[in-house]
C-alpha cells in the first residue's frame, strides 16, 4: 500500500526558503517516480517538479527552474523539495505524489497522493 505524508510548509517572508518532506511508504524510489504539485488560492493543481530516481532526470515548472530542488534519500524513505528565493506566488498547497509511470505524472494524474502543505510567502 503506497502511502506518502508531506510536513514542512509555513509562512515565510519573500526571498526566504523552506525544505518540503515527504516521508513514503510502500514502494522503492527506484520503481517509481515521485512529483511535487501545488495548488495556489482559487487555481488549479499545478505540477512544480518531478524525479525520475532511477535515472536522476529532474523536471521543473519554469517558474520556479533555479529557486527549487527536489531530491530523495532512499535510507530514509523520504522525498524533498527544498524552495530558495521564494515569492509571493509561491504560495499555495504543496503535494507529493508518485506514481510508475512518468506519463501520468505529467498529465498530473499519479496513482498515489500525499496530504497537502501549506506554503504562505508574504510580502
Known amino acids: 500500500d503506497v502511502q506518502l505524508q508531506a510536513s514542512g510548509g509555513g509562512l515565510v517572508q519573500t526571498g526566504g526558503s523552506l525544505t518540503l518532506s515527504c516521508a513514503v511508504s510502500?514502494?522503492?524510489?527506484?520503481?517509481?517516480?515521485i512529483g511535487w504539485f501545488r495548488q495556489a488560492p482559487g487555481k488549479g493543481r499545478e505540477g512544480v517538479s518531478c524525479?525520475?530516481?532511477?535515472?536522476?532526470?529532474?523536471y521543473y515548472v519554469d517558474s520556479v527552474k533555479g529557486r527549487f530542488t527536489v531530491s530523495t534519500n532512499a535510507a530514509k524513505n523520504t522525498m524533498y523539495l527544498q524552495m530558495n528565493n521564494l515569492k509571493t506566488e509561491d504560495t499555495a498547497v504543496y503535494y507529493c505524489?508518485?506514481?510508475?509511470?512518468?506519463?501520468?505524472?505529467?498529465?498530473?494524474?499519479?496513482?498515489?497522493w500525499g496530504q497537502g502543505t501549506l506554503v504562505t510567502v508574504s510580502s
Open positions: 505524489a508518485a506514481d510508475q509511470s512518468l506519463h501520468s505524472i505529467v498529465i498530473l494524474s499519479p496513482e498515489s
Open positions: 524525479l525520475v530516481p532511477s535515472s536522476g532526470s529532474t
Open positions: 510502500g514502494f522503492s524510489f527506484d520503481d517509481y517516480v
